[in-house]
């Protein structure tokens, strides 16, 4: 539980860097109560006014891969590598929850125990809950806290593969697609609309045995990506060889993150940086995906529909209305609207 707080000595303590107050910050923005909602709200503000948590210098990278690919030992390995030339980095890294339970192992600091022991690093374990594609409803809040608190570069880990993880790639400035050869046909155990979300795609394990798999494997992703449309006028989505064991490939990995940064900051439309026409973009539908998510609680939290809401539920499910139907009245009855006829 978050105790009550001083949010201007909070602000200041996270603006100086201070760890413990950062972790602290990211606990009160992932709270569900509205007083702690309330805190972190004006938290967020007070670091936005001072110039802190507005998002506007650090680096955002979304990293993805199907399970067993090697997700944490490679940003562990690329993380140490970051930190090494000067930079601090924050891993938002999300666990899996259990739908039934809604536990979570939050592991992520036993599987990258080096680097959890760096000074330049921070590692924030989340539970993913019910969030889209894995990511905590929180996450682009607690990506503002540490930029606000001085890291460079930050990485969220996702949990796995799949259409969902569109919700990753709209928070990020790079998404980054981590695969590992030799499971058969690659192609097929990779959708379509992950590749097409990718700006950099990576083969990781590309070491002993697996080399010859390896290089295959870049090979068959570097065709089919020549067969999908570029998301950016500006950029083609890039496959490399890296190794997290050996230390492979991660110069070039991020090199390549920062020749995307440098042909994104191009002036776009209006003579604006397309970095900060793309994070505007993100704000506005995370503005409504807020009240869409904020809506939802509002009516699920009314106790005045609970009766409604528990007739219409077993309606639906012995088949006697349709879903369509129940949602509308019981979102007239939340609006306190007639309810509109079939």
Do not use: C
């Not at 996270?14 to 709270?31: F, K, M, P, Q, Y």
């Not at 796995?160 to 590992?180: N, P, R, T």
């Amino acid at each position: 539980m978050v105790r009550k707080i001083d949010i201007v000595e909070m602000a200041d303590q996270v603006r100086a860097g201070d760890r413990r107050a950062l972790a602290r910050a990211i606990t009160l923005v992932e709270s569900t109560r509205s007083n702690h909602r309330t805190q972190a709200e004006a938290l967020l503000a007070a670091l936005a006014r001072s110039g802190g948590g507005s998002g506007g210098e650090g680096v955002r990278i979304g990293i993805t891969g199907a399970p067993g690919v090697g997700k944490s030992t490679f940003i562990e390995a690329f993380g140490s590598y970051l930190t090494a030339q000067g930079l601090r980095l924050a891993v938002l890294a999300v666990d899996p929850s259990s739908s039934r339970t809604g536990g979570s192992i939050l592991g992520d600091k036993t599987r990258m125990a080096a680097l959890s022991r760096d000074p330049n690093a921070f590692i924030r374990p989340t539970p993913a809950g019910r969030s889209l594609g894995g990511v905590a409803r929180r996450t682009r809040e607690a990506m503002a806290l540490v930029e606000a608190a001085g890291y460079d570069v930050t990485i969220v880990e996702t949990v796995g593969v799949g259409q969902s993880e569109y919700a990753v790639a709209d928070m990020v400035d790079m998404f980054m697609l981590l695969v590992a050869p030799g499971g058969g046909d690659e192609l097929q155990g990779i959708k379509r609309g992950i590749m097409e979300l990718a700006d950099l795609l990576v083969v990781n394990k590309a070491d002993g045995a697996m080399i010859t798999a390896a290089n295959h494997a870049a090979a068959d992703y570097r065709n089919a990506l020549n067969l999908i449309r570029p998301k950016d006028s500006y950029w083609r989505a890039e496959v490399i060889l890296a190794s997290a064991l050996e230390g492979k490939g991660l110069e070039e990995i991020w090199a390549t993150v920062q020749r995307f940064g440098v042909e994104k900051s191009v002036r776009g439309q209006a003579g604006q940086d397309r970095t900060d026409q793309h994070r505007a973009a993100q704000a506005k539908r995370w503005l409504w995906e807020e009240i869409q998510d904020d809506l939802l609680d509002a009516l699920k939290s009314d106790k005045n529909l609970t009766a409604l809401i528990t007739a219409r539920e077993r309606a639906v499910g012995a088949g006697e209305i349709t879903p369509s139907a129940a949602a509308r009245e019981i979102l007239a009855a939340f609006l306190d609207k007639p309810k509109i006829s079939d």
